[in-house]
Every structure is written in structure tokens, then in C-alpha cells.
């Protein structure tokens, strides 16, 4: 199903069109994927929301080999994801944009960040962004084995493998 409404560009007002689309995705739940692009400004918004609704949810993902890297990710605007071996933790915050994507399209967004980071850090940021990048390389490559945890505390997200372990879990009070 598709949906098109038009409405206001929340960063300069120009009427624009939001698309509301279901998909369904085998296996997991139907979702609903809000996307808008400004031709003024060109402000551009996603997220995707499971229909259903559920508790606070974990899913770990342990990705040890490249074929782990075409896993389904589904994020919500309210998840965390972690990769602790990393060191990375992407919490929600007010532009946070939910996504379907893998395991790879998770990387890329990161390596995308660390990159713009890697041109404005200091030498010291730069040295560690540096070692992040190819620790990047590695994982892809299927050399470094690491957990990836997606925290839902909407029950809105999810790793798509038979491999995932998913549990309920209390978020923190904040």
C-alpha cells in the first residue's frame, strides 16, 4: 500500500510530499516507511515503523563471516545499536531516522560518520578514527568477528536471522 500527503518541509515550510508505504518483510511484521525529500532545501526524512507494536526489545547478532553482512536490520527512531568490540553506540536523538537496511548498511553508515569526523578531528581523533575505519574493513572482510545489539525500547526494530537472539529488557529510567 502507498500513501501520498502532502505537508510542510519542517525545515524551510515548502509544501512537500510525504510517501507513507507497507511493506511486509517474511517472517518478521509488516512495516510502515515514511519518507519525504524538499526539492527547496533539500531536507530529506525516513523512518520506518514496525505496524505492531511490542515490548522493549534486545536483538544480538553475532556477525562472524561476509555472509552475515546481507542480514536484514530494521531500526526504529527509538533504537540504540551497539557494537561493542567497536566501541560504537548510536543512540536516538531528535534527527534520529529509522532505516531497513544489513548488517553492511550499517557499517557504511557508521564509516560514513567516522569519515566526516576523520577530515575536522584533532591528530589524536584522527589516529582512532583511523583504527575504526580499518577495524571496519576487517569486519566486512569477515576477518573480525562482532555483536551487533539493537535496543528497542518500543519493540519496534529487529534483526531478521534465525540466529538472533532476541529478549525482552527494561530500558533505563532517564
Given at each position: 500500500?502507498e500513501t501520498?500527503?502532502?505537508?510542510?518541509?519542517?525545515?524551510?515550510?515548502?509544501?512537500?510530499?510525504?510517501l507513507?508505504?507497507?511493506q511486509?518483510?517474511?517472517y518478521?511484521?509488516?512495516i510502515?516507511?515514511?519518507?519525504?525529500?524538499c526539492?527547496?532545501?533539500?531536507?530529506?526524512?525516513?523512518?520506518?515503523?514496525?505496524?505492531?507494536?511490542?515490548?522493549?526489545?534486545?536483538?544480538?547478532?553475532?556477525?562472524?563471516?561476509?555472509?552475515?553482512?546481507?542480514?536484514?536490520?530494521?531500526?526504529?527512531?527509538s533504537?540504540?545499536?551497539?557494537?561493542?568490540?567497536l566501541?560504537?553506540?548510536?543512540?536516538?536523538?531528535?534527527?534520529?531516522?529509522?532505516?531497513?537496511?544489513?548488517v553492511?548498511?550499517?557499517?557504511?553508515?557508521v564509516?560514513?560518520?567516522v569519515?566526516?569526523?576523520f577530515q575536522w578531528?584533532?591528530?589524536?581523533e584522527?589516529?582512532?578514527?583511523?583504527?575504526?575505519?580499518?577495524?571496519i574493513?576487517?569486519?566486512?572482510?569477515g576477518?573480525?568477528?562482532?555483536?551487533?545489539?539493537?535496543?528497542?525500547?518500543?519493540?519496534?526494530?529487529?534483526?531478521?536471522?534465525?540466529?538472533?537472539v532476541?529478549?525482552?529488557y527494561?530500558?533505563?529510567e532517564?
Open positions: 500500500m501520498r500527503v502532502p505537508g510542510p518541509c519542517p525545515a524551510c515550510n515548502t509544501e512537500i510530499e510525504y507513507y508505504t507497507t511486509n518483510i517474511p518478521f511484521s509488516d510502515l516507511i515514511i519518507s519525504a525529500v526539492p527547496s532545501c533539500g531536507y530529506k526524512f525516513v523512518d520506518t515503523q514496525l505496524v505492531k507494536h511490542g515490548e522493549p526489545a534486545r536483538h544480538t547478532f553475532a556477525v562472524t563471516t561476509s555472509d552475515d553482512l546481507a542480514v536484514r536490520v530494521i531500526r526504529s527512531m533504537a540504540t545499536i551497539e557494537i561493542p568490540e566501541g560504537i553506540h548510536i543512540a536516538p536523538g531528535p534527527q534520529c531516522q529509522g532505516f531497513v537496511s544489513n553492511e548498511g550499517v557499517l557504511d553508515r564509516e560514513e560518520v569519515k566526516g569526523a578531528g584533532t591528530d589524536e584522527k589516529e582512532n578514527a583511523a583504527r575504526l575505519l580499518a577495524d574493513v576487517r569486519v566486512k572482510a576477518t573480525l568477528p562482532v555483536t551487533l545489539i539493537v535496543e528497542d525500547p518500543s519493540g519496534n526494530s529487529g534483526i531478521d536471522s534465525d540466529r538472533t532476541n529478549e525482552k527494561e530500558p533505563e532517564e
